[in-house]
């Protein structure tokens, strides 16, 4: 069955330093993946979507970036945290040929103080 | 963009209550689902349904398109059906997984 893991859990990072969040999915090959960010409140927003390996698109223009080095590799990146990056940072994969539901990993916690 | 309204914001119920959750939807949609948010922050998903209806144990779930709603229901519910829900759906016409959130359904069991 398919896993999909991020790292680390939680961050706790001054203003200015950088950032990398990683996600990885096993048991499946070409998903789609995402980046969402949950911030204060409730609701979540779509940062970045990735369809294959070096394919990036931006959602939002903001301080972030998003790479997909391998099929099943997605990384979020700064290189200089502001106090508005704060937030809980959820990659996702979906299969198109399985019609696209979406799961989610268990989140990153980015506190930038 | 698609705007979605989840309602009510706040509901507290009473250990063995029953409950409707509702969710609307301003555009045609490709996909639908429904999650729990637990109190670690994961997304549990519940229900893929841009359609229809579904249940699963003492949940179900409905979506009529037509008319661009869809409702949650929680039977007998229990102190761990606490948590956020939310509805998400893909406007049609879009990539697959860009979904757009409700702003959830904070759920409070008592026993």
């Known amino acids: 069955s398919q896993t999909i893991h991020q790292w680390p859990a939680t961050l706790v990072q001054p203003v200015g330093s950088p950032l990398s969040l990683e996600c990885t999915v096993e048991?499946?090959?070409?998903?789609?993946l995402y980046w969402y960010r949950q911030a204060a409140g409730r609701g979540l927003q779509l940062l970045f979507y990735s369809v294959g390996i070096g394919q990036i698109s931006s959602e939002v223009p903001q301080n972030l970036s998003a790479s997909r080095p391998q099929d099943r590799q997605f990384i979020l990146s700064s290189k200089k945290l502001l106090l508005s990056d704060s937030g809980f940072y959820l990659c996702?994969?979906?299969?198109?040929?399985?019609?696209?539901?979406?799961?989610f990993g268990e989140g990153s916690r980015l506190t930038v103080l | 963009g698609i705007q979605v309204e989840q309602s009510p914001p706040d509901l507290i119920l009473q250990e063995g209550a029953n409950s409707t959750l509702r969710c609307n939807f301003s555009?045609?949609?490709?996909?639908l689902q429904w999650f729990h948010q637990n109190p670690w922050g994961q997304l549990i998903n519940l229900f893929y349904i841009p359609s229809g209806t579904k249940q699963n144990g003492r949940l179900s779930a409905t979506t009529v398109a037509t008319e661009r709603y869809s409702l949650l229901y929680i039977s007998s519910s229990q102190t761990t059906d606490s948590g956020v829900y939310f509805c998400?759906?893909?406007?049609?016409?879009?990539?697959?997984?860009?979904?757009?959130f409700g702003q959830g359904t904070i759920l409070t069991v008592h026993p």
């Open positions: 996702a994969w979906t299969l198109v040929q399985q019609g696209g539901e979406l799961f």
């Open positions: 048991g499946t090959s070409n998903p789609n």
């Open positions: 555009d045609s949609v490709n996909n």
């Open positions: 998400a759906v893909e406007r049609r016409g879009t990539s697959y997984g860009k979904l757009t």
